[in-house]
């Protein structure tokens, strides 16, 4: 009998040491393996890949993994498929959350800035937006919100509350030239300006087209704007001591002169 509870003893010493092992082991992190971050394509990856360049010198492994919209770097990260993102400003991310109560992502710098501008293939800078123009503005909350608000800070349209940055088509109160507006995605309106007598496009999508919100619009947004881009990860990293190396890294000295040569004020630092 003494022999058997012995036995039994380093029986279930083992089976415990065994699963306290596992359990460690599962919970190391694997620091070889590169940290994931989502971007829009275009500026932010641009943007990113020179944040990459730096983080290897600080022994940080960067992927830039790129997305063609901006609905997926969202649902990627929530299900850890990316460590972060960087590729929408605040009002956006309170339109998804408010949409997707489940989602646990939390902004933790701010990035840059992509003013949003009014282009037109029929219209020159300084002439009128015919009555009865066609607009082309985003589909999305947010950045359709924000289109048209900038269409009445310009006097074109009146809307309920000039402030309200979740404004809708639904919100306007005034429209004295009889504009109709047209909601695409946001990635697809400069290919749609052929369509529309002229369109409201985010600069991070105007850019790759070739159209440069100081040089090339009709109209663009003042520089005080609430739209300021915001680098993003899942509530459980947010103290990830990787978030700060990557802040520092985005926010230094080197990455605001690339952004400031290569862009040449199109896109502005977001955290001064």
């Not at 990260?77 to 991310?93: C, D, V, W």
């Not at 006097?155 to 695409?184: C, M, Q, R, W």
Request: aromatic fraction near 6%; proline fraction near 6%; glycine fraction near 8%.
């Amino acid at each position: 009998m003494k022999l058997k509870r012995i036995l039994a003893a380093l029986a279930v010493g083992t089976l415990a040491l065994g699963i306290f092992g596992c359990g460690g082991s599962e919970k190391a992190a694997d620091t070889s393996a590169p940290v994931k971050v989502g971007v829009t394509a275009g500026p932010h990856a641009e943007i990113m890949d020179e944040v990459k360049k730096l983080a290897a010198k600080d022994g940080l492994n960067i992927e830039v993994v790129e997305f063609n919209d901006f609905v997926t770097p969202n649902i990627a990260l929530q299900q850890g498929e990316i460590f972060a993102n960087s590729m929408q400003h605040r009002p956006y991310l309170d339109a998804t959350l408010k949409k997707e109560p489940g989602f646990e992502l939390v902004e933790v710098f701010k990035t840059v800035n992509f003013p949003m501008a009014v282009y037109s293939d029929k219209i020159k800078k300084g002439e009128a937006i015919p009555d009865g123009a066609t607009i082309g503005i985003p589909n999305d909350p947010s950045n359709g919100g924000r289109a048209l608000l900038l269409l009445a800070e310009q006097k074109l349209i009146e809307v309920k509350d000039i402030n309200d940055v979740t404004t809708s088509v639904a919100d306007i109160t005034g429209n004295p030239h009889g504009y109709k507006f047209l909601e695409l995605d946001a990635a697809t309106i400069p290919r749609s300006l052929p369509d529309v007598t002229v369109a409201v496009i985010n600069a991070n999508y105007a850019l790759p087209a070739g159209l440069n919100p100081m040089t090339d619009s009709l109209m663009v947004e003042g520089a005080a704007s609430p739209y300021i881009n915001i680098f993003v990860t899942k509530k459980e990293n947010a103290a990830d001591p990787r978030i700060k190396q990557l802040q520092k890294i985005y926010q230094s000295a080197e990455v605001e002169k690339f952004i400031n040569d290569h862009f040449k004020g199109s896109v502005t630092v977001g955290w001064k």
